[in-house]
């Protein structure tokens, strides 16, 4: 392709910081994203405030350059108020656009706000043109694919829809498919989901044995700059660099290889790769990996032996001992470092973790001594460089000086009602007990105490053997309940367009969703949607959007808290609501194969167990306590809520077990040893978090 036909590019950029942005755009960026204080998945980050974002604004405009702010995290019915008055004054300001994660804001941007141009996170999930195409009927602008794509559904997705398409092509990985991580919200609330991930994913673990060891769920960073010209060349209009928790110096090295290639590529490839590789050595991150891009099976993701975390290695610490009332480290000597560099110290089995900046260094014969001032370093402590003092500030300065003209800041304003909607009257599931399986032979545990219905969790590799079964058992279609997963990528759309016909041909008329793309698939099919836990009804503006897409039911995510759920529903038939009482949730879905050496992995914190199962279709990691609320069904019904479920699909349960467990939920006692999730506490919040906690990456865009 010549440089003459080549459509716009956007190099797109992470400002976490004031001097992250002045390194964004000093090496070359053509556009930028940055959160403000509340509202987004870096919520740890150094953000911004109101007048310096709208000096920023103003000032990257006048530049040329482009704007984005992240709104991607889910909000709470509480929180409505102060959702609408951010876009009013993001509606003044004008970025360029906002990156968003939940429904219900993207509702209120079409209701309210559409002079807004809105580009959807990849926390949305979106990995098939039918996803885009669903949210182009919401004004959504852009969409940031999943992490999980290779190259040949990216063109295909951009083939057959109209909206733009920006991928992620360096930085940090998550494990889990973008969207769908519970892990960190299990264990105290700090969800992924609102911007407070506690990186569990990143610990250190043993397996059930304790023989083996390692970093199982620790992926290596992605790096895609050797295949900018064929990202160009599919049509993709936006790469994005990870890194709002990084530093400016990371920030700039990234920003300055990728501006390299982007502009020299088609000229000289060779040349550019080599030139854009050599300044990649000073991002002082993991490992790299192409992870899925090119090889969908690919297994070269993760160093289950390597640390978890950022930084160059540099060795053990051999000894200690004190000098002038200075106390020191030794480490075999290194060249790589000086005075002023910030090394990362990290115990034996990760179980600590400590950063200092080198103010002294001895050197004697062949180690080199390091002053740990107020740090206790052991023997076998290993020792990582994260970032070189030579990488200096030598950026102007975007934010400037003088911020008394910038005064524009959110109001009280109370949200207007969402305009009304006729719709015609939607089917009514009926009340009582839906038991969820996942093996098609729980079928036969569940003939034992059958409940008002079953629900059958489907995928492409399980569902023939799932309706055979259904037949076998003697179940009918009518009292079958198919739920579909939500991983759910360009690949699969031809499968469910195709099996959807089956199922409505066979009677299978009441089908749960997980992904927007399966709605907009089923939206013009004679069949009864109903949303599932992964659409994220935290709000009545997300129960909006699904009422008006011909959903009448709902069923509420895991992650939410007897508060919210009341709220959120406040606005809506108590009818339409399906409550999980028990469940092991799905902690991390994986869609990519690792090895994990047996069943049970064990972290090294906390010493809890966590189950692996594997359903071919994908991984998931279970926790060892269920979670269960079946003591306050009597409550739930004095508040007017009639649908309960139970979740048995991966408690590998026997049939006696079972009519014990039915048993003792529909007495309203609670299971011992259970989780009660967020059902109480609700979500973490603590404001102070923001400046006290410091972490080297999230994952999140």
């Not at 959807?120 to 969409?143: C, D, H, P």
């Amino acid at each position: 392709m010549s440089s003459n036909n080549r459509k716009p590019f956007e190099l797109l950029v992470p400002a976490g910081s004031p001097e992250a942005l002045s390194a964004a755009i000093g090496e070359g960026a053509d556009a930028v994203y940055l959160g403000l204080k509340d509202f987004n998945a870096r919520i740890r980050a150094k953000n911004f405030s109101y007048n310096q974002f709208e000096a920023i604004v103003d000032k990257l405009h006048g530049m040329n350059k482009r704007i984005y702010v992240t709104l991607n995290t889910v909000f709470e019915e509480r929180e409505a108020p102060q959702i609408y008055n951010l876009l009013k004054y993001l509606s003044l300001v004008k970025p360029d656009a906002i990156i968003v994660q939940d429904t219900g804001i993207i509702n209120m941007c079409s209701k309210f706000f559409p002079e807004i141009n809105v580009h959807a996170s990849t926390q949305m999930n979106i990995s098939s043109a039918e996803g885009l195409n669903f949210l182009s009927r919401y004004n959504v602008k852009r969409v940031v694919l999943s992490r999980e794509l290779d190259l040949t559904q990216i063109k295909q997705i951009k083939a057959n829809s109209s909206a733009e398409i920006e991928i992620f092509a360096h930085g940090a990985l998550c494990v889990c498919t973008s969207g769908l991580c519970l892990f960190s919200s299990y264990f105290g609330g700090k969800s992924a989901n609102r911007g407070r991930c506690t990186q569990a994913c990143r610990r250190y673990y043993s397996n059930g044995t304790g023989e083996k060891s390692g970093y199982y769920f620790s992926l290596n960073d992605l790096m895609l700059i050797k295949y900018i010209p064929d990202i160009i060349s599919a049509g993709v209009n936006s790469i994005k660099i990870e890194g709002r928790m990084k530093s400016y110096q990371y920030i700039a090295a990234v920003t300055k290889a990728y501006r390299y290639m982007i502009d020299n590529c088609f000229d000289d490839y060779e040349r550019a790769l080599e030139v854009s590789l050599e300044i990649l050595k000073n991002d002082f991150a993991r490992k790299k990996t192409e992870y899925l891009f090119v090889d969908p099976l690919n297994k070269k993701i993760l160093t289950k032996d390597g640390s978890g975390q950022t930084g160059i290695y540099l060795g053990k610490a051999i000894k200690n001992k004190t000098k002038a009332s200075k106390n020191y480290f030794a480490i075999k000597n290194s060249q790589n470092i000086g005075v002023n560099d910030s090394v990362r110290i990290q115990s034996a089995e990760d179980k600590n973790r400590s950063t200092l900046k080198i103010k002294d260094i001895m050197l004697e014969a062949d180690i080199v001594w390091i002053e740990s001032g107020e740090h206790q370093i052991n023997p076998g402590d290993e020792v990582y460089l994260i970032n070189k003092h030579i990488f200096e500030s030598k950026y102007q300065s975007i934010i400037p000086n003088n911020l008394s003209k910038y005064r524009r800041h959110p109001g009280i304003q109370q949200v207007p009602q969402l305009p009304q909607t006729k719709m015609k009257p939607l089917p009514l599931l009926p009340e009582g007990f839906y038991v969820k399986v996942g093996d098609p032979k729980d079928l036969y545990i569940v003939q034992s105490d059958k409940p008002t219905r079953v629900i059958a969790h489907t995928n492409k590799l399980n569902y023939e053997e799932l309706f055979s079964t259904v037949y076998r058992t003697g179940f009918s279609a009518a009292n079958v309940l198919i739920y579909l997963e939500p991983i759910f990528n360009q690949y699969d759309e031809d499968w469910l367009k195709n099996t959807c016909d089956y199922f409505i041909s066979k009677g299978y008329t009441n089908i749960i969703v997980n992904n927007l793309a399966q709605l907009n698939i089923l939206r013009n099919k004679d069949v009864n949607v109903i949303a599932g836990p992964y659409l994220y009804t935290f709000n009545s503006y997300a129960i909006n959007l699904l009422k008006e897409n011909k959903i009448r039911h709902f069923i509420a995510p895991y992650e939410n808290s007897k508060k919210n759920l009341l709220l959120s529903t406040e606005k809506v038939n108590k009818d339409d609501a399906l409550i999980t009482v028990f469940a092991y949730p799905e902690l991390f879905q994986i869609s990519s194969k690792l090895d994990f050496e047996g069943k049970v992995l064990t972290d090294n914190l906390n010493k809890y167990n966590f189950f692996i199962t594997d359903t071919r279709s994908k991984i998931s990691i279970l926790p060892e306590s269920p979670f269960c609320i079946s003591d306050k069904i009597p409550e739930l019904k004095k508040k007017g809520f009639s649908r309960f479920i139970i979740d048995i699909a991966y408690s590998g349960i026997t049939k006696g077990i079972y009519k014990d467990l039915i048993k003792t939920i529909k007495d309203s006692k609670l299971i011992e040893k259970s989780s009660r999730f967020n059902w109480k506490e609700g979500f973490f919040f603590d404001k102070k978090e923001s400046a006290a906690v410091k972490s080297d990456d999230l994952n999140l865009d």
